[in-house]
């Protein structure tokens, strides 16, 4: 009797095919547009927050605006007078002053900090002894509340029996009355901000060195490359784009720094040290002219945008 055997079966295998999701229409602001699953969910949970923001920063900049196209004071809002304050703003000796200082302080305070951070944060990249204890001494400035650091300037050159004017009457020396001669004063109220300014510009740098790749400086090294040669052909190069952006964001807080020139000289003597900031908060609450201060504001924000927008352009087509 012949038995037939069956061959097992063979196993199949089931491909699953794959399944394109279509894209929903859905509609954001009146049009209409094909949203990803899960775009709706993000657009909701964000609107709240980009609701807030938009609020905070939107507001004030739209207040401003109306303040700085019509006249009045703290009190009293007064009627519509379009640029006209612009026109007297542009006029005004007043604020040419003003704007040098801001813009050779500027200048002033990003060579010194920049220069200077650089410096020790390629001393901080190398081993020495006590590296941690240096590095939290030199970050003291920074750590220190502005009021307590200008202040604390003031009393070493504030007046003739400030301690620099001691320390020349020991050594035999005339005192130096630095805070009633204008271009002691500038230069002063330069080195303090250098010197509340540096320690962010060495910590930022020493984070881009630290980022660098060693075997970048390995190559270099063994094709006799010496270490100026390294520094710029290879530092520079690698830490450019960040050094722009810090450059950047040192203008815009040195243009906008209040507290160094106002507490040590108030922006004197006779307005030497005077920014537009400091400017516009005269117009604003000496002068009770709201209209004017607004316009300073203004004018201060737009210059910056547009520095801001060219330089970042410029990178961009390099």
Not at 219 to 241: E, K, V
Not at 265 to 278: E, F, K, M
Request: glycine content about 8%; charged content about 15%; hydrophobic content about 50%.
């Amino acid at each position: 009797m012949n038995v037939e055997v069956s061959s097992p079966a063979e196993p199949t295998t089931t491909r699953r095919k794959s399944v394109s999701v279509p894209h929903k229409v859905r509609k954001v602001f009146g049009r209409r547009v094909f949203a990803k699953p899960g775009l709706a969910t993000a657009i909701l949970l964000l609107t709240p927050s980009l609701i807030l923001i938009g609020t905070v920063i939107a507001c004030p900049i739209v207040l401003g605006l109306q303040y700085s196209v019509s006249t009045g004071s703290l009190i009293k809002q007064g009627g519509f007078v379009g640029l006209a304050n612009y026109a007297k703003l542009l006029q005004s000796p007043t604020f040419y002053n003003s704007l040098e200082f801001s813009v050779g302080f500027a200048i002033a305070n990003i060579a010194g900090c920049y220069t200077l951070g650089l410096g020790l944060a390629l001393l901080m990249q190398k081993r020495i002894p006590g590296q941690g204890i240096f590095r939290v001494l030199l970050l003291l400035p920074w750590i220190v509340p502005s009021l307590v650091g200008v202040v604390s300037w003031r009393w070493l050159v504030g007046d003739e029996a400030a301690f620099v004017n001691r320390i020349i009457k020991w050594a035999g020396g005339n005192p130096i009355f630095f805070l009633s001669n204008s271009g002691w004063a500038i230069l002063i109220v330069i080195l303090i901000k250098i010197w509340r300014s540096f320690p962010f510009m060495m910590l930022s740098l020493l984070a881009a060195l630290q980022s660098i790749d060693r075997t970048l400086y390995e190559a270099a090294s063994i094709d006799g490359a010496t270490p100026r040669q390294m520094f710029r052909y290879i530092t520079l190069p690698q830490i450019r784009n960040i050094s722009i952006i810090l450059c950047l964001m040192m203008i815009i807080w040195s243009v906008n720094d209040f507290d160094t020139p106002w507490l040590l000289a108030q922006g004197g003597p006779a307005n030497a040290t005077q920014n537009l900031v400091i400017l516009a908060y005269r117009y604003t609450f000496e002068r009770n002219d709201v209209g004017m201060g607004a316009a300073t504001s203004f004018i201060t924000l737009f210059g910056l945008m547009a520095l801001v927008s060219v330089v970042l352009r410029l990178q961009r087509k390099r």
